[in-house]
């Protein structure tokens, strides 16, 4: 089964730094989504993305945080002047078009851990 | 999306059904149910969604009450393997939001 993949699987950086977190979604996927947890708590939605431009976003997802899809296949999400309590793991997610109405499924990557010293 | 309220937590035995129930009393009529699930701290994986009938497939089955009011999620044959949190999410657009999930511990 085709897989969402990302990398780095762990990043560190130290506060006020920029990180990148890269995504390959499923190659035919139109929908792109990051989520966010931090540890020992929900998901939580960031942000989703359709046809080069954010279709939704949460409060979270504020101007800190921006994402793009710089050629056909990767899907990054930058965190700028990054805090402590950015501390969690990202999920890249990628999803085709829903058919007849149905909320297409969700594919979910492995997700990458950051750690903000 | 309407809200669900799902048990926090669960236990199972080795070999026997685990029934995880969801409550979403609020659904409106074109919303699905989403079941997915979050081994360790892996990536959530899918498990099964439905509108009103009733559903199967190879992992699990979903039983949705009449009203839609409620759903529960059964796993046949419970292996340890199925240790995770199981999340119910309900849903009519692109977007899913995640709620707190039933921790399922599954015991030998």
Redesign the interface.
Known sequence: EPEVTQTPSHQVTQMGQEVILRCVPISNHLYFYWYRQILGQKVEFLVSFYNNEISEKSEIFDDQFSVERPDGSNFTLKIRSTKLEDSAMYFCASSSFGSSGIPPRQFFGPGTRLTVL | DAKTTQPPSMDCAEGRAANLPCNHSTISG?E?V?WYR?IH??????II?G?KNNETNEMASLIITEDRKSSTLILPHATLRDTAVY?CIV???????????TRLTVKP
């Open positions: 074109n699905y989403y979050q701290s892996q990536g959530p994986q899918y969604h509108l999340y849903r009519v657009g692109n977007d899913m939001r995640f709620g707190a999930g």
